[in-house]
């Protein structure tokens, strides 16, 4: 920073990450700070994630995964004891002792964690919340001068993306213009578009994933009765939870809480690789590293070991093995193997997986493997022609739906290319995509990488915008880690 008095500091995003960093900048911060953020939500702590209002859209993971300060794991725990949700959301208690609070409480706690941070009271640092979008921004003699869509003009020393998610868009062959169509939801957390689905409708969910999971729990939440296809390119499905830290059973009794080690998700995240992956060599192929996981695996079943243990192990090391691996096996595994890591890492919540396994049973939800190839208008909804993976091999069909809903993957690339900010700082040189193409070049600290290569300490990104860069950026756990490492001086 330049040495003001009072050094500004400007974060574009106010959802997890963008909140994230300004508790993390006020608690490390060794001098009082002005800390801006933009955000066009009225509640900071939103974002893509944490917006919905459903309450059957339930975090995927306990309580101790999900907290806005990664020194203190259980600090959303005691929130929600302190708010008393254990006794006025019951469901959300899982059998295993592990809670699955809603979204909506989340977003609910991460503004009031902000809010406790935001006026002086922890070191003099003042949080500002400005209610736009980010639409331009340039690095001037004195730092940086960016402009906002309602005209606004504010000026910082240092300049942290917190972009978040992009925008959730329909996959090809669906054109522009079916974004509009009454029988087309592009966007599956689209609750109140949702609910007006007629409840006799048949619906195409495209996507297999756990916002597919989440537009399910909403249609059958409020008691959909006609026919649901999911419908992905391989078919694949979420796995459940695995098992959670046995103190969970315990987390409520006097004095518990009390007794843990706060910084138990920074030291899992800090443990050095293990060794059944350091085994893959100081330069891994992905084919390596998925040899070591299956072999360890094999192991640990014969121990009466789940294979979530070892998947935990690389998932939690990735950030650091994913720098080792060159630029062609990192393609290698977005094009290849993202999508099985993905249903192994990104968990069902139990609560909709009962409902989900349910619908299944009876025969009113299907799940098939195939892709759109081509759509038509079919009166008031859709006809689509598809290929589609049987037991006989790969099939077409035309296949009539009321309404089709799009949960398809984040393209994390397409989703910068939309972004007024950030098209400005690419076209200044400022940033550029990292050479996987799935988000920001950015070095170890999250310093933006420019045209030439260089880094910028004074222009940061932080999030799933970094995805090429470290590999799994994705998560509360892993986002709130990271932030909390890389924070800047």
Known sequence: MNGAVRPRVLIVGGGYTGVCLAVQLVRQSTQPLDITLIEPRAQLGQGMAYSTTDPDHRLNAPTYVHTVIPQDAWHFTRWCQAQGLNQTDPHALHADGARYMRRSDFARYLAQTLEAHAHGAVNGCQITHVQDVAVYAQRTATGWHLRTRAGQVIQADMLLLATGNPPLRLPAPFAVNWRDHPAVIENGLDTQRLKRIPRDARVLVLGGGLTARDALATLLGQGHAGPLVVMSRRGLMP???????????????????????????????????????????????????????????????????????????????????????????????????????????????????????????????????????????????????????????????????????????????????????????????????????????????????NAQGQSQADLRVLGPATLGTFGDPIGAMFIGGHVARTVPD
């Open 239 to 449: 796995k459940p939870q695995g098992p959670v830290l046995p103190v969970l059973a315990q987390i409520d009794s006097p004095g518990v809480l009390d007794q843990l080690p706060g910084a138990v998700l920074m030291d899992r995240l800090a443990n050095p690789v293990p060794e059944f992956l350091q085994a893959a060599g100081p330069t891994p192929t992905v084919r390596a590293l998925l040899r070591a996981l299956r072999q360890r695996i094999r192991q640990v079943s014969a121990q009466g070991v789940g294979w979530t243990v070892p998947f935990a192990e690389l998932r939690d090391a990735l950030w650091q093995l994913w720098p080792r691996l060159p630029l062609a096996q990192k393609q290698r595994f977005f094009q290849r193997l993202r999508v099985w890591y993905d249903v192994h890492r990104f968990r069902s919540v139990p609560q909709t997986d009962s409902a989900v396994q349910k619908a299944f049973a009876s025969g009113q939800l299907q799940f098939w493997a195939g892709q759109v190839l081509a759509v038509s208008a079919s009166g008031t909804g859709v006809l689509l022609s598809l290929s589609r993976q049987g037991e006989g091999g790969r099939h077409s069909s035309a296949e009539a739906f009321d309404v089709v809903v799009n949960c398809t993957g984040l393209d994390t690339a397409a989703g910068l290319a939309e972004n007024p900010l950030l098209q400005a700082l690419s076209t200044q040189g400022h940033v550029r995509l990292d050479d996987a193409r799935m988000g920001l070049a950015v070095d170890a600290q999250c310093c933006a990488l």
